[in-house]
């Protein structure tokens, strides 16, 4: 696939953070998800409940109050479920990806997904360092929008055209034409006058 006439990297975002530890410091990957089709078997989107018109016609109500809930409960249940996805740790010697295995995360039942910040933290994980994680996940798979208005503003920038040095030599200059020094220096008839000269009464 080609824009513009030039061909689109397909290499997946990937970005990693490094998290220091007196016994080793600690890698963490995140790569982008390419493929949600898992997590769509595993938890279908909600469907609106039904209710009456004129008419008695039935029809899906979208704003239903109970159907927006469900909505909300879904897209966290994807954001963790993302986070599990994207996930894994980087091998020092190889940068390879290293597999986390998580003793309380089960990446095929939806109830445990959210249990990777309290995992996280049972293993010495800060808060911030839980927030840094989180955010590298958010940034990788686009879901940021300060690092999608950097793209933005990026691609929106004029490029920068480089000024060809004037070919005209250039010489400091002691005096100006009206007399008055420049850059602090000093005449050389100034000069002539302050060395080796007293004045005479």
Known sequence: ????????????????IVLPRKDGD?????????????FDKLVPLPKPPKKMIKGGV???????PSHQIALQQHGVKFMNWLVVESLCGVNKDTQEDE????????????????LWDDELKENGFS?????RI????????????????????????PPVVELEE???????????PSGE????SMSDHQESQKVGTTSLT
């Open 58 to 64: 039935r029809v899906e109500d979208n704003e239903a």
């Open 26 to 38: 600690i890698a963490i990957r995140s790569n982008a998800v390419m493929d949600r089709t898992e």
């Open 99 to 114: 597999e986390i295995e998580w003793e309380k995360v089960n990446a095929e039942d939806p109830k445990t997904w959210a």
């Open 166 to 176: 004037s070919s005209s030599p250039t010489t400091e200059q002691n005096d100006t």
């Open 134 to 157: 989180h955010n590298l996940v958010m940034r990788v798979n686009s879901l940021d929008d300060t690092r999608l208005d950097e793209a933005r503003n990026s691609f929106l920038q």
């Open 1 to 16: 696939m080609k824009i513009g006439g030039k061909k689109i990297d397909v290499a997946p975002a990937s970005d990693f």
């Open 181 to 184: 020094l420049v850059n602090g």
């Open 127 to 131: 808060d911030m360092e839980r927030k």
